[in-house]
């Protein structure tokens, strides 16, 4: 005899969890990362002094995240510190993609951006149309000039 499991969390549709699965890649292939780079500022390099460079950055729906839960914690400096943890959100977002159900209150919290980034994720496809539009207009203008030009009236 088998029995189905039982949850007491918040089921999840198939929309979001296609979203939950897009954060997850997101999350996985986007990682901040900054380098230490000679300044632009000639007097400060020909010291040796170099400048932070952004190569790339935390999901945004992540950032939000981070920036929404503050921690308490006091640094020395003033860079910004949060509660959440990259690998339990990781975590989260593998266990509600594999059993649909958002259980543990830092699934329930992560379930609040879900929404966020599905429209994150749609004004980025329309903003793309948008592109490919423009750029299929222009070839066409292109083609029109160029047959403009070919023309010579000494043909007739």
């Not at 952004?54 to 992540?62: C, F, K, P, S």
């Not at 209150?105 to 592109?131: N, S």
Request: glycine share 4%.
């Amino acid at each position: 005899m088998s029995y189905a499991p039982t949850h007491n969390g918040i089921p999840i549709s198939g929309n979001d969890r296609r979203a939950l699965r897009g954060m997850l890649a997101e999350l996985t292939s986007h990682k901040l990362e900054v380098i230490l780079a000679p300044s632009k500022k000639s007097e400060i390099a020909e010291r040796g002094g170099m400048t932070r460079v952004l190569l790339d950055r935390n999901a945004e729906w992540y950032r939000r995240m981070c920036l929404d839960h503050p921690s308490s914690r006091k640094r020395a400096k003033r860079a910004p510190d949060t509660r959440i943890k990259r690998q339990d959100t990781i975590q989260a977002l593998e266990d509600m993609i594999r059993t649909g159900y958002a259980v543990a209150p830092y699934e329930h919290m992560i379930m609040r951006y879900v929404d966020g980034f599905k429209k994150d994720q749609a004004a980025q496809r329309d903003a793309e149309r948008k592109l490919a539009y423009q750029r299929k207009l222009e070839k066409r203008k292109e083609a029109r000039r160029s047959k403009a030009l070919e023309f010579d009236p000494s043909m007739f």
